[in-house]
């Protein structure tokens, strides 16, 4: 096949690439770049000057290259495609390379999005009735005119493949991020006794067996969960001062300061 120069035929020939046993020749080293990593597609430059604007050789040298050369399939783009003229380009070295492209294809296939429909620029480079098939996407419907000249083009014979709009890959979801431990959670629950305040063993007037360890079993504020062991009302158990110790006892059973 040949493959002619522009940005559009550069997105083919990435896709291109993955089709193992191709031979293509191309006057674009936009195309060449894109092919150049194929292992298993054959890539052939034509010669000719370089026009920088496009990254396309033109020239006499890139026609004669393509004399006496022929393929089963061309795949050109352009600058606008009307029922009427065709495609058509707005410079003349770059529309004399396309036309020698044409006359070496059996077939050909013009790339050319809905904006370059209805459009019609200076040099004609493949008339209607050698375009074999259009691939274009679908005019929006406020597009009357390219919806019109794509009629137009169907009604003469040219085959009109229609694609839909490039979807990226999907993104993997992100995993959410953990939220920031509150250092104060569960602080009263691990918080250890002062190395200080040992567990007392001893028995005392008003408290319970579970006033032995040191805050175990008792909530914020009493000793026994809010009962005194003579079944009398909750007090302040917390500031209680304990017969024989010199100050007050928190609700554990271990001395305050």
């Not at 009427?84 to 707005?90: A, F, H, P, W």
């Not at 375009?131 to 085959?159: F, K, N, S, W």
């Not at 993997?172 to 063993?201: E, L």
């Not at 005194?228 to 909750?234: C, F, M, Y």
């Amino acid at each position: 096949m040949v493959v002619g120069a522009g940005t559009t035929t550069q997105e083919l020939a990435r896709r291109l690439a993955r089709v193992p046993g191709l031979t293509v020749v191309t006057n674009s080293l936009l195309v060449a770049q894109a092919l150049a990593h194929a292992n298993r597609v054959e890539v052939v430059m034509t010669g000719g000057t370089l026009r920088g604007s496009n990254y396309a050789l033109v020239g006499s040298g890139a026609e004669q290259s393509l004399q006496g050369l022929r393929v089963s399939r061309a795949f050109l783009s352009g600058t606008g495609l009307t029922a009427e003229r065709g495609l058509s380009t707005s410079n003349m070295l770059s529309a004399s390379v396309d036309r020698a492209l044409v006359q070496a294809a059996a077939e050909v296939v013009v790339l050319a999005d809905h904006t370059k429909l209805g459009s019609d620029t200076m040099f004609q480079t493949v008339p209607t009735d050698l375009i074999t098939r259009l691939v274009t996407d679908e005019p929006p419907a406020h597009e009357e005119r390219a919806a019109g000249e794509l009629q137009a083009l169907a009604d003469q014979g040219v085959q009109i493949s229609l694609v839909g709009p490039h979807q990226p890959p999907a993104e993997a979801p992100r995993p959410r991020p953990r939220a920031a431990a509150d250092p104060a959670a569960g602080y009263a629950a691990r918080r250890p006794c002062p190395a200080s305040a040992a567990p007392s063993t001893e028995r005392r007037p008003g408290w319970t067996a579970a006033a032995r360890k040191c805050g175990a079993g008792a909530p914020r504020g009493t000793a026994d969960g809010g009962a005194r062991k003579d079944g009398g009302p909750a007090a302040e158990v917390s500031r209680r001062v304990v017969p024989g110790l010199p100050g007050p006892v928190s609700p554990g059973g271990c001395r305050a300061g």
